[in-house]
């Protein structure tokens, strides 16, 4: 089995594994209890947070665990707006292309009295600081536009946005989901005063993630019932999936610029190889995306087929978001970066981690050439194209 999803989801380091079972085994005392092997585990937490907090540059108090990041970004988007509700000030900027976690925690607070400006996104799948500027208003509380793109890749300037919300005095959240441990981060040095990110990203386990918030951001919860994370998040902490997570995170930041040039290199490999099939296209820019990350659309073909085949083949990838793959619509994010329906619908995505090799990537690019080749071969859409009653979209 080729595994060619990361994106999705990692497979958990030894790192992450190491630092897991002996709190299974061993450490499994309630951090909030009294008692030694209770305290033991407090300890252990701590230690945890501080950890990641470094890799973060932030301070530990500002880390909060959460159940991963989609709850990150609900909570970080809420107390953003309360914090601008309590000001009078109901405006929110993003973009098209945010992940589900963001856009449809937007929706609600548009229900909810506030307005949302979702900024459009270039074919090259990149926004500006200077659009974002322009899109603020007196009555903005709050910009939320992620670090880089779950389907595409493409990675944005969160640094030049954070200066430009700082100069206006508005808060800026970053959905780091898919950054984080790919990609330094440093949210002094960026700007950022929000920041969600979810261990099973790089190589921790599912299940745990952090919400970073600047220490002058008052939290508003989402979950009530217990006293944990400085009474902002209820629940007793997991312990074990937060050590693997503060593990996972010291290996992957530990070994980031060398991992880097791993993956890229296979990446641009990946991406070359998959040029070379007729009427298929890189969605998103070539070179301003994560370090794994391959998105293409082919057109003639419909996505869903093309992975069953791959799957047939040993090869595991997707068509975008694992958190809309039930869905039968085209991604959204491939709608707002100019994708036409119909070959947004032929979209692959491929993304790669440092433990791929360059031969599984030469069998990724024939088998996905010879998938393309066998679908396009029975697509009567596909046989008007060539036969000249339509029109070819990627040419």
């Known amino acids: 089995m080729i595994y060619a999803d990361n994106a999705a989801t990692t497979k958990p380091s030894r790192a992450a594994l190491d630092a897991m079972i002996p709190c299974l085994e061993g450490q499994y005392g309630n951090p909030s209890s009294l008692y030694t092997l209770g305290q033991q585990a407090r300890e252990a937490l701590e230690d945890a947070r501080a950890r990641i907090a470094k890799n973060l540059n932030a301070t530990p108090r500002e880390i909060t665990f959460t159940s991963g990041g989609s709850e990150a970004d609900n909570q970080a988007l809420r107390s953003a707006a309360a914090i601008g509700a309590r000001k009078g000030k109901k405006h929110i900027i993003s973009t098209k292309f945010e992940h589900h976690a963001i856009l449809h925690t937007l929706q609600a607070l548009e229900k909810e009295g506030f307005t949302v400006t979702l900024l459009d996104v270039h074919t090259n799948g990149i926004v500006t600081a200077a659009e974002v500027e322009t899109a603020i208003t007196p009555e903005t509380c709050l910009v939320t536009v992620m670090y880089a793109n779950n389907e595409i890749g493409t990675i944005q300037p969160v640094a030049e946005i954070g200066a430009v919300c700082h100069r206006h005095g508005v808060l800026f959240h970053t959905d780091a989901v898919q950054a984080a441990g790919h990609l330094p981060i440093d949210v002094q040095a960026q700007n950022i005063d929000l920041l969600s990110l979810s261990a099973h990203k790089f ?18 919860n989402l979950i009530y019932g217990g006293a944990q994370e400085r009474g902002k998040r209820a629940g007793t902490e997991n312990l074990p999936a937060v050590l693997g997570m503060a593990a996972a995170l010291d290996d992957a930041c530990a070994h980031l610029a060398a991992n880097t ?10 991406i070359a190889g998959l040029s ?11 070179t301003h995306r994560l370090p794994g990350n391959v998105s293409f659309c082919f057109e003639g073909i419909e996505g869903e087929s093309l992975l069953l085949l791959l799957d047939q083949k040993g090869i595991c990838a997707s068509s975008g978001s694992a958190c809309t793959s039930g869905s039968l619509d085209p991604s959204h994010v491939l709608l707002a970066i100019g994708r036409p329906h119909e070959v947004a ?8 981690c440092e433990e791929n090799t360059p031969r599984e990537v030469e069998e990724i690019i024939e088998s996905v050439r010879q998938v393309v080749s066998y679908l396009r071969g029975m697509s009567p859409v596909w046989r008007d194209l060539q036969e000249g009653r339509k029109n070819y979209v990627i040419q």
């Not at 599912?206 to 951001?217: E, P, Q, S």
């Not at 040039?261 to 990946?270: F, G, M, N, S």
């Open 345 to 352: 619908h032929g979209s692959l995505r491929l993304t790669l």
């Open 276 to 286: 070379a099939i007729p009427h298929g296209e890189l969605n998103g820019d070539a």
């Open 203 to 220: 190589h921790g386990p599912k299940g745990v993630g952090v919400l970073y918030a600047k220490k002058t951001i008052p939290l508003t």
């Open 261 to 270: 040039a791993t993956v890229t290199l296979l990446r641009d490999t990946l």
